[in-house]
């Protein structure tokens, strides 16, 4: 079983800054690709940032130049870097993973959301 923990929401100030976490923990074998998603209330959810395991990156291009999306492949852990943020930022962020765990399964995992509120 291979779980996702996020850690990192909150409310901030329009222009703020967050940084979101997000370690995988269980039968872990390798990840491939980690991701962020976001989902506002009434809204679809939809894909914020993506990186591979070797480090390759991509952004929806509403936050393009804002978030940055990093990883610790050590720690199993992604991690999203959010600058100048603005109201329309506001969501649930949640983590997301390809997992190939020990048993050679391929999952995709995600973690539980993680709240973030910009206030203007």
């Known amino acids: 079983q291979v779980q996702l923990v996020e850690s990192g929401g909150g409310l901030v100030q329009a222009g703020g800054s967050l940084r979101l976490s997000c370690a995988a923990s269980g039968s872990i074998f390798s990840i491939n690709a980690m991701g962020w998603y976001r989902q506002a209330p009434g809204k679809q959810r939809e894909l914020v940032a993506v990186?591979?395991?070797?480090?390759?990156?991509n952004y929806v291009d509403s936050v393009k130049g804002r978030f940055t999306i990093s990883r610790d492949n050590a720690k199993n852990t992604v991690y999203l870097q959010m600058n100048s943020l603005k109201p329309e930022d506001t969501a649930v962020y949640y983590c997301?993973?390809?997992?190939?765990?020990?048993?050679?399964?391929?999952?995709?995992?995600w973690g539980q959301g993680t709240l973030v509120t910009v206030s203007s």
């Open positions: 990186i591979t395991s070797g480090g390759n990156t």
């Open positions: 997301n993973a390809a997992v190939v765990t020990t048993m050679d399964r391929y999952l995709e995992v």
